[in-house]
T-cell receptor
């Protein structure tokens, strides 16, 4: 198993600003995943963060809007840029058992973002 | 396209049994997960099925029929703490996880 922490746990931001969310894992993992979960909705994968290479973004998500850093094997950040109220959501990071997405995933507690 | 269907909401009584269904149409199949998510918390793993049949784990069981594109999660001896959303997720042929919208389960005394 993996223990994952996220900062901040919640934030209220103004339109047009940016917020960086941090994700820390207690063990070294190759891939980390960033999800968005809007109220009452399912999880939507934003991107896969690989250490030492560019993140891989899913359809509908672009690097300019959601830049990701992955400086080492235990840490990643997701920035939500130029925010609008539509970005209000819960953002979750996760890792997969054995480092792959299709195994059991362990999730961080999430960051609840409200954009005014 | 890829699609996973689950009921939006279900209500059950403490001590009873409830079955939450999940049907899927995906490009290939490499396994199906069930996760539990309490309000305001992260999802936690409940079960994984890749072969047909029933997997039992305490009060929770998960069933899979690949030919029917169907799974269910069975919760027995319901407790108030079982009130949560239950998410079904399928691994497709590209080993991508496709998530259902989740079923909100409300337990009444």
């Amino acid at each position: 198993s993996a223990v994952i922490s996220q900062k901040p746990s919640r934030d209220i931001c103004q339109r047009g600003t940016s917020l960086t969310i941090q994700c820390q894992v207690d063990s070294q993992v190759t891939m980390m995943f960033w999800y968005r979960q809007q109220p009452g909705q399912s999880l939507t994968l934003i991107a896969t963060a690989n250490q030492g290479s560019e993140a891989t973004y899913e359809s509908g998500f672009v690097i300019d809007k959601f830049p990701i850093s992955r400086p080492n094997l235990t840490f990643s950040t997701l920035t939500v840029s130029n925010m609008s109220p539509e970005d209000s959501s819960i953002y979750l990071c996760s890792v997969g058992a054995s480092g792959v997405s299709y195994n059991e995933q362990f999730f961080g507690p999430g960051t609840r973002l409200t954009v005014l | 396209g890829q699609n996973i269907d689950q009921p939006t909401e279900m209500t059950a009584t403490e001590g009873a049994i409830v079955q939450i269904n999940c049907t899927y149409q995906t490009s290939g199949f490499n396994g199906l997960f069930w996760y539990q998510q309490h309000a305001g918390e992260a999802p936690t793993f409940l079960s994984y099925n890749v072969l047909d049949g029933l997997e039992e784990k305490g009060r929770f069981s998960s069933f899979l029929s690949r030919s029917k594109g169907y799974s269910y999660l069975l919760l027995k001896e319901l407790q108030m703490k079982d009130s949560a959303s239950y998410l079904c997720a399928v691994v497709d042929s590209n080993y991508q996880l496709i998530w259902g919208a989740g079923t909100k389960l409300i337990i009444k005394p």
